[in-house]
């Protein structure tokens, strides 16, 4: 589905948050930027257009909630009716992808676990996390089911959002710093579970 086309427009589908009786949208300015000039976040999906079809990306509950979707359809600007569309095709960080041939798609995937309080019974789950594009001229950006929150870098992973960079290192820092806060907070809860014994 991605291999071989060339991306000739990049664009961002917003949910309408607040709309009026109509359905239209009441703010009219993108949400999607960040603090970090190479990151974009956004709820809902991205547009990839081509040659031929669109290749559409979202987020999506198949596998888990909350992974990555995507197909291949028709877009036209009423693709569909709940999402404020922004074409981002000029803007610098897509400057290196527009024109370019992809050349290779990677899914990264993520296995989590759920169980009960106790965490016996423990269920696995595999999904889709992120998607790494390469384009013809040695360039990559990343796709992932997660989102940012400017303030002290609050990134999280499994959400209903898509966060999109073509920067590997920024994406791994907050990755890592995410990781840090699980490990914590795990800690915290094994001592407190020592102590009452739960």
């Known amino acids: 589905m991605f291999v071989g086309q060339i991306i000739r427009a990049v664009i961002y589908g917003e949910l309408k948050y607040f709309s009026d009786e109509d359905g239209n949208a009441i703010s009219s300015e993108p949400q999607y930027s960040t603090k970090y000039s190479d990151i974009d976040t956004l709820d809902h999906s991205i547009y990839f257009k081509t040659d031929g079809k669109t290749v559409y990306v979202s987020w999506d509950n198949t596998f888990t909630c909350y992974g990555l979707l995507s197909k291949q359809l028709d877009f036209t600007e009423t693709t569909n009716s709940y999402e404020q569309k922004w074409d981002v095709s000029s803007e610098t960080k897509w400057q290196h992808f527009i024109g370019q041939k992809i050349v290779g ?20 789950t595999t999904y889709p996390q992120t998607f790494k594009i390469i384009v013809e001229n040695g360039k990559s950006f990343f796709i992932t089911a997660s989102e940012l929150k400017d303030a002290d870098d609050e990134y999280y992973s499994q959400m209903d959002n898509l966060l999109v960079t073509s920067n590997l290192d920024l994406l ?19 001592i407190w579970k020592k102590i009452f014994r739960c």
């Open 105 to 124: 798609f990677k899914i990264l995937w993520e296995t989590i676990w759920i169980s009960n309080a106790y965490r016996f019974n423990k269920i696995y």
């Open 172 to 190: 791994e820092k907050l990755e890592n710093t995410q990781q840090l806060k699980i490990n914590k907070y795990n800690s915290e809860k094994s």
